[in-house]
């Protein structure tokens, strides 16, 4: 829409009476990408209008969380907003989860195999589908069996643990070992499609960084008598004092800092740091 070839405007006289407008992996934005989003699907609809209804449809796997009800009506809000034309709960469709394990027996004989089955990892190999072990990790870890089944809460595999260590009398270090050992095995298992048995997701959060941030202060040559704090702040804290040597006084600016370290020649990436420069900071005992 924005190239004025030829080609390209053949193109969007092409569109014109467009019946359906796909955006995949829809997410919810925020801020100025999201009025991208939002502008750009009505300069599509505007380009392409002729008079019929263009039906706007987004495939997500991220936007519904929580009661489904809840999900529904947050995606048609944003649906409604990204789009520009009503979206109602109705109009959301969900997944439509099945069982890939299942018990037939008495539930004493379930408690008796599971723990069995955490004694002995490898007793049930490759029968799957019945193996009490499974059964267990597909009902506490991937799915919530209410009146709809439904995907569980991601959890942390010591708090998995836990609750089979507390369902089997088990030592929770052998809960862990029999959970990876099984999670690792079916995920492993590769039908005839390609699919594995239970496939499993394990995601590693990293915090970020964080910022630090320096009192504004003269000075061009080191060392520099700055404070250093992780907390942002328009003055500097009563709690802080300067390093013995500077001569301001008063109040202090709080900005984000990145040290840099100007040079007169040029130096190679490949040049060990400087090691004659310091930056000072004390608490006040």
């Not at 088990?170 to 390609?194: Q, Y």
């Not at 984000?256 to 490949?270: E, F, H, N």
Request: with cysteine.
């Amino acid at each position: 829409m924005t190239r004025q070839d030829e080609l390209d405007r053949r193109v969007i006289d092409n569109m014109r009476g467009l019946e359906f407008l796909v955006l995949d992996e829809l997410h919810t934005y925020r801020g100025r990408q999201g009025a991208d989003v939002a502008m750009l699907v009505r300069r599509v609809r505007q380009r392409t209008d002729d008079g019929r209804l263009l039906l706007c449809i987004g495939t997500s796997a991220t936007m519904a969380s929580g009661k489904e009800d809840a999900g529904r009506k947050a995606v048609s809000e944003v649906g409604t907003i990204l789009f520009g034309s009503p979206v109602e709960p109705d109009d959301v469709i969900t997944e439509s989860l099945d069982r890939c394990t299942e018990w037939t027996g008495s539930t004493q004989a379930f408690a008796a195999d599971l723990r069995s089955a955490v004694e002995d990892p490898d007793a049930c190999a490759g029968d799957w589908k019945h193996d009490p072990l499974a059964v267990w990790i597909e009902l506490n870890i991937g799915l919530e069996a209410g009146e709809k089944l439904t995907r569980a809460r991601p959890r942390t595999l010591n708090d998995a643990a836990r609750d089979l260590a507390r369902d089997t009398g088990c030592s929770l270090a052998s809960c862990e070992i029999a959970l990876k050992h099984r999670l690792s095995a079916m995920s492993a298992h590769i039908d005839g499609n390609g699919s594995a048995f239970m496939a499993f997701k394990l995601h590693r959060f990293l915090s970020g960084a964080g910022h630090a941030h320096a009192t504004i202060e003269p000075g061009e040559l080191p060392p520099w008598h700055r404070i250093l704090e992780l907390q942002k702040s328009i003055s500097l804290p009563s709690t802080w004092r300067k390093v013995p040597g500077s001569s301001e006084t008063g109040p202090f600016s709080m900005a984000r800092m990145m040290v840099t370290w100007r040079c007169s020649t040029p130096r190679s990436i490949t040049s060990p740091p400087m090691q004659n420069w310091s930056l000072w900071a004390l608490r006040q005992a």
